[in-house]
């Protein structure tokens, strides 16, 4: 059985920029990009990334597919806006860099242990289970990724953290029995996997 | 004359009445000036004033008159009096606006005030009233040199505003180069798609229109005269010729493209390597369907190689930018997705310049598809597949792209003719005797556009890299030959939408001259004005300074050597006065006697007197208004300089200089426009040539027992008001440093 990144490969032959306009959200804008760089200057993250939009944009059109796919740079994209903003073309760069990241979680290629990543995929695991993001579980989860000492240690030391957010009634540590959920999981978890297969179907990665 | 009349006019409003002593003025005018009539008036520019003026003129017989109110530059609607001589002192924004407010400043502002009214009452004794040269003779026809886009816009225009005009077209075809083209890029919205060139139609409706003459396979074997009545001989190519006479021409010759062979290591030469041209042919032959190559592939892949052997920094193909390729490339790339949007098609840019609304064009080739790669090719290998080899400048890598095709974007080359640079030194060495040179000569004449009968050489005088010297921002279809004005890429390099408004530009200003020289006026940029430069040949020595020095080439030399003005080619800039060593050279109101006498008229003040006297020589076009603004801006200057006027500092004749240092100024400053490559001058190289003649005039001060600094020259713009009058001060601040003239006393 094929994986879908080698299904992906074997459609789109050596056009990346084709593969993005159909796969990735908002893809078919890549190719409006004019390299000005304002993308690039208007990035508060900018000096941590590899590569800025605008040189994501660049290599989709010069076909480094896996160098696009398996980069972190769309991962550490903290979804401020100002890029999409600025540009002059009129880009939705923020949506342009969750679809790729998305994307390349699908195929596989993500790097892997990516905080970014691992925190997206926590918040949506609990969001899909429960309906909604159960803060408890998700806060847990997220110290103890690294395993028990480094999450108890973790813990320890976002206690005052905790304890005022429970002092406020904004966090109820009984959820870590009963949980928070919705009216109607099984339904939320239908719908999800109908919504998905739909998007799947589209995208070609059924 | 023994009738001629003098009168001085003094205004006293604008409050000159209460800073001076109006009657001090007058008995200057009476006793110094020694005008007849002497009239105070307290609003003079007003109905009324205006009114007793022309009376006097019409009963009283007043034929010269000073008017001493504001600057010559205001009140120009009113003061208008056609038939006499009238000279400006400019109390108002020359003294009242610029002197320190107070009592302390008093003297110096009322002697500065009378000096300026001597002045104006000195110029006007010596001034006549220029009688114009109204040629009824003169032909309003205008020759189109050039078939192509700009040719073509021009005769049309021209012809659809009632006047007859004559296209010479050296090939069996209108249409230029754009006629070789599939398509063009739009001009008007949305700007997304190529347009039909519209070439054809427009040729049709040049033959066919009842006012324009078409000469096919024809050249200008030679083109003689002035504005108003060139002699143009048309050279059919079977040897006939015919001779055409015209106003004023307009040459709209072209370009030619870059030699792509001049291109080896981006493939010039090669298979499957083509230009713009190229494309453009291979383009039309498949008319809308699947592009070929030359060996009859189809073409899936194309590259387009943008600047390609252009803005190149090493000297050894074009150094500028030619604006079009970007777009062209955009619109042949479009020719590829249009046909069938599989193919591939990348255009490698380092800037993509569109000028005007080029943007929504490259917008729209996205949109369709068109890969932009911001890179530097360095190889293209041609052949059945090429290949380009390019810096990725924005990945920072060396990269290749395989095309079945690549397009070399090569620039315009402007073909205005023969380099005068050029042929100014072999024609020297050619009249010289040198045999070698003579046939240098016959040769390079023979690429000549225009052969012109001027002494100066066959064609209009070059800018830079070939194109046609014209100021492109303030006067772009000017040249330096009055009446014949260059549109289109033979100017500067441009688009095909540029080109024709560029046409429709020089055709409005071929009119211009047309009508202008018929009334024996001068068309640009002195327009309306009826002097014109007379020489006292008896005094002449022929030393040919005037005829060099020109701008414009107006001065020929007659069968005795002497000079020989045509008028109508004239500028009335004044070079030629400023060059003559013994100053023969004059127009009716504008001479070395109406400035000289100026000059003279000053009150120098003893040294005793600590009062530094100094003389400004300031262009009308720059310096002087940006003088005017000092005072319309109520900066004060120093009220120790006296300004003249000059028409351009081209015109200054180093005895003005002389005289004053002589007669014990203390210095003289010299204000003129930018020279050199970004020149300000309206006349081009007037202010180059006084700076020229100026840097040779140490050792004559030397002889005098002068300091240099005594003489210094500026440029000035004319936004540069506040800058003038600091200028003003540190340099009489510097003059009062370095102590009195040591001629002061012996004038």
């Known amino acids: ?9 074997a459609k789109y032959k050596n056009n ?24 690039a200057g208007s990035c508060p993250f900018g000096p941590h990334w590899e590569h800025s939009p605008q040189k994501i944009f660049m290599m989709i059109r010069a076909g480094k597919r896996e160098e696009v796919l398996k980069s972190d740079s769309m991962w550490m994209c903290t979804s401020c806006y100002n890029c999409m903003v600025r540009c002059p073309r009129e880009l939705p760069i923020t949506h342009i860099m969750h679809g790729l990241a998305n994307y390349a979680y699908r195929l596989g290629l993500s790097p892997k242990g990516q905080p970014n990543q691992a925190i997206a995929k926590l918040f949506w695991d609990s969001a899909l289970k429960y309906g909604r993001v159960n803060e408890l579980k998700f806060s847990l989860a997220m110290y103890f990724r690294d395993g028990f000492v480094q999450g108890v240690k973790n813990a320890l030391a976002m206690q005052s953290v905790g304890l005022g957010l429970v002092k406020a009634g904004r966090l109820n540590p009984m959820e870590i029995i009963s949980g928070h959920t919705c009216k109607d999981t099984s339904g939320i978890h239908k719908m999800i996997a109908k919504a998905r297969e739909i998007e799947d179907r589209r995208r070609g990665l059924a | 004359m023994a009738d001629n009349k003098f009168a001085a006019y003094i205004c006293s409003g604008c409050g000159l009445g209460d800073k001076f002593n109006i009657a001090g003025l007058e008995k200057v005018a009476k006793t110094e000036g020694k005008m007849t009539v002497i009239k105070t008036h307290p609003f003079l520019c007003n109905a009324e004033g205006v009114q007793m003026i022309k009376d006097d003129i019409a009963n009283d017989g007043v034929t010269h008159l000073c008017i001493a109110a504001c600057s010559r530059r205001a009140k120009t609607e009113a003061f208008v009096f056609p038939t006499a001589a009238v000279s400006r002192a400019n109390l108002r924004e020359g003294v009242l606006w610029i002197v320190a407010e107070g009592s302390d400043h008093d003297e110096v502002r009322q002697e500065m005030a009378e000096d300026y009214v001597r002045m104006g009452c000195a110029e006007i004794k010596k001034m006549k009233v220029p009688e114009g040269n109204v040629k009824e003779s003169s032909s309003k026809r205008i020759l189109v040199v050039g078939g192509g886009m700009s040719g073509m816009t021009a005769a049309m225009a021209a012809a659809d505003a009632g006047y007859e005009v004559v296209l010479v077209e050296k090939t069996g075809a209108l249409g230029g180069f754009a006629k070789n083209l599939f398509k063009r890029v739009p001009f008007a919205a949305p700007y997304a798609e190529a347009q039909p060139t519209g070439v054809a139609e427009l040729a ?15 050249t200008l074997a030679e083109t003689a005269g002035a504005p108003g009545r060139f002699t143009a001989k048309v050279a059919q190519e079977s040897g006939s010729v015919t001779e055409e006479l015209c106003g004023a021409i307009v040459q709209t010759t072209g370009f030619t493209t870059y030699d792509i062979a001049k291109l080896p290591e981006l493939g010039g030469g090669q298979a499957n390597v083509v230009d713009q041209a190229g494309l453009e042919a291979l383009a039309i032959a498949a008319n809308g369907g699947a592009i070929k190559r030359a060996d009859g592939k189809e073409v899936k892949s194309v590259a387009f190689v943008q600047c390609a052997g252009q803005r190149d920094e090493s000297g050894t193909h074009l150094a500028y930018c030619s604006g079009h390729c970007c777009a062209t490339s955009i619109k042949q790339a479009m020719y590829f997705k249009d046909a069938n949007p599989d193919i591939d098609a990348v255009v490698i840019y380092d800037d993509l310049r569109v000028p005007g609304m080029g943007e929504d064009f490259y917008r729209s080739a996205q949109q369709k598809g068109v890969i932009f790669t911001k890179g530097k090719a360095s190889k293209v290998t041609g052949g059945d597949s090429c290949k380009v080899e390019f810096k990725d400048l924005i990945l920072d890598e060396t990269a290749t792209v395989d095309a079945d095709l690549v397009v070399l974007a090569t ?58 010297d014209s100021h492109f921002i303030c006067f772009p279809y000017e040249t330096r030959r009055t009446g014949i004005y260059a549109a289109g890429p033979m100017r500067r390099p441009m688009d095909m939408l540029q080109a024709t408004e560029d046409a429709t530009g020089a055709a409005l200003k071929a009119i211009q001259a047309v009508e202008n020289v018929g009334l024996g006026r001068s068309p640009f940029p002195r327009v309306g004005d009826l002097s014109f430069p007379t020489a006292r040949l008896e005094g002449c020595t022929q030393c040919k300074r005037c005829t060099v020095e020109c701008p414009f080439g107006a001065i020929d030399e007659d069968e005795r050597r002497f000079p020989l003005f045509n008028e109508e080619r004239c500028r009335r800039c004044g070079t030629c006065m400023g060059a003559c060593p013994v100053r ?51 900066l004060t200057y120093s009220a120790f300089v006296r300004v003249i006027p000059v028409r351009c500092l081209g015109s200054v004749n180093t005895i003005w200089i002389t005289d004053a240092l002589g007669a014990g100024y203390d210095g003289v400053m010299m204000m003129g426009c930018q020279k050199g490559d970004n020149y300000q001058c309206h006349f081009v190289k007037g202010s180059e040539m006084a700076y020229y003649r100026l840097s040779k005039i140490g050792d004559t001060l030397k002889g005098m027992g002068l300091e240099p600094e005594r003489m210094l020259t500026y440029e000035i713009a004319i936004t540069d008001g506040a800058r003038v009058a600091k200028i003003i001060d540190d340099y009489v601040a510097q003059l009062i440093e370095m102590g009195p003239s040591p001629m002061k006393g012996f004038g």
Not at chain 1, 1 to 9: H, P, R
Not at chain 2, 204 to 218: E, F, G, R, T
Not at chain 2, 613 to 634: F, H, K, T, W
């Open chain 2, 411 to 468: 620039g315009q080359v402007p073909n205005a003719g023969v380099n005068l640079d050029e042929w100014t030194t072999i024609n020297t060495a050619a009249d010289g005797g040198n045999e070698e040179a003579k046939q240098q000569r016959t040769a390079l004449e023979s690429t000549s556009v225009l052969n012109l009968a001027y002494r100066q050489g066959p064609d209009m005088p070059q800018f830079k890299y070939g194109f046609a």
């Open chain 2, 204 to 218: 049709a409706q040049v033959s066919s229109h009842p006012k324009i003459k078409v000469h096919l396979n024809s």
């Open chain 1, 1 to 9: 059985m094929t994986t879908a990144n080698e299904n992906a490969v």
């Open chain 1, 16 to 39: 990346f920029l084709k593969e993005v306009e159909a796969t990735v959200e908002e893809g078919h804008w890549v190719k409006m990009c004019m390299q000005c760089g304002v993308c």
């Open chain 2, 584 to 634: 023969v050279i004059s127009f009716e109101n504008y001479s070395c006697d109406t400035v000289g006498s100026q000059v003279k008229a000053v009150n120098v003040p003893d040294e005793e007197d600590e009062k530094p006297r100094i003389l400004i020589l300031a262009c009308e076009n720059d310096a002087y208004p940006a003088l005017d603004m000092a005072g319309m801006q109520r």
